[in-house]
């Protein structure tokens, strides 16, 4: 029997080649569904197990994936790309929802969260690259990378599970988006002293690249909407105090 992937002869029930499944043939509606299923529940390579050693266990999770521990685990790419994106659509329906009831014609919060994705990207090598440079000591450029990626997905997965809490009490929408901040904030902070918090130079180093995060997360949200000039603004910011100011 010859691979259907690869064309690599298949003696076993998958390939030693490319590791697909030997018995497979024309695609069914059936199996579309269960590769679907099988990619979020899967226990050897699910969305569902990476979530629970992400947050049950991120210190060996972290160790064991650096060690080489990786085909039971969500590409940290896709994870971070498909997290993203679900928050910057889900999110959506809350403003509409709020505008149905309330007419609040939040046009500054649309645009800033459908760029969500887009400011990820953005700020995302700064993120690396500062990290980086405080802990190659321990920590290849790779690694760092990767931790930042698992780490903003597994926050997208916080905000993608609050949503529902919008709809039935959307009149405190804002208290909800300052909640979800502060806990996105604390588990990020959380992540990373676990993986880099080796001594206190090191818990310090971190927090002051978390906050320069949120930051910068403000500065690109000025520049999509007011361009170059981010102080010429109707928003009261007009200087980098200010601008601090409305980051927290």
Excluded at 74 to 97: E, K
Excluded at 125 to 153: C, D, H, M
Excluded at 158 to 167: G, H, K, M, Q, S
Aim: net charge positive; with cysteine.
């Amino acid at each position: 029997m010859k691979c259907n992937n690869c064309g690599a002869a298949v003696q076993q029930n998958y390939c030693a080649v490319c590791g697909q499944k030997a018995s497979t043939s024309r695609l069914h509606i059936n199996e579309l569904f269960h590769d679907g299923w099988h990619a979020i529940t899967h226990t050897d390579k699910g969305l569902l197990r990476l979530l629970k050693d992400l947050v049950i266990h991120p210190r060996s999770f972290y160790a064991n994936y650096f060690n080489g521990q990786r085909k039971k685990y969500f590409s940290p790419i896709l994870f971070f790309i498909l997290t993203a994106g679900a928050v910057a659509l889900l999110y959506g329906y809350v403003f509409a929802y709020q505008d149905k009831l309330f007419n609040t014609n939040n046009e500054f919060g649309k645009v800033v969260f459908h760029e969500t994705k887009f400011k990820a990207l953005l700020i995302l090598p700064v993120q690396i690259l500062l990290s980086w440079i405080a802990f190659r000591k321990y920590f290849n450029l790779a690694e760092v990378a990767v931790f930042w990626l698992f780490t903003l997905g597994l926050s997208y997965c916080l905000r993608i599970v609050a949503i529902p809490l919008y709809f039935p009490l959307i009149a405190y929408k804002d208290e909800i988006d300052l909640t979800l901040f502060y806990l996105s904030y604390l588990l990020i902070l959380w992540q990373g002293l676990v993986l880099f918090g080796k001594n206190f130079w090191s818990i310090v180093g971190f927090f002051i690249i978390l906050n320069i995060s949120i930051i910068l997360d403000s500065v690109v949200s000025l520049y999509i909407l007011f361009g170059e000039d981010i102080f010429d603004n109707p928003m009261g910011v007009k200087t980098w105090w200010d601008l601090i100011k409305m980051s927290y």
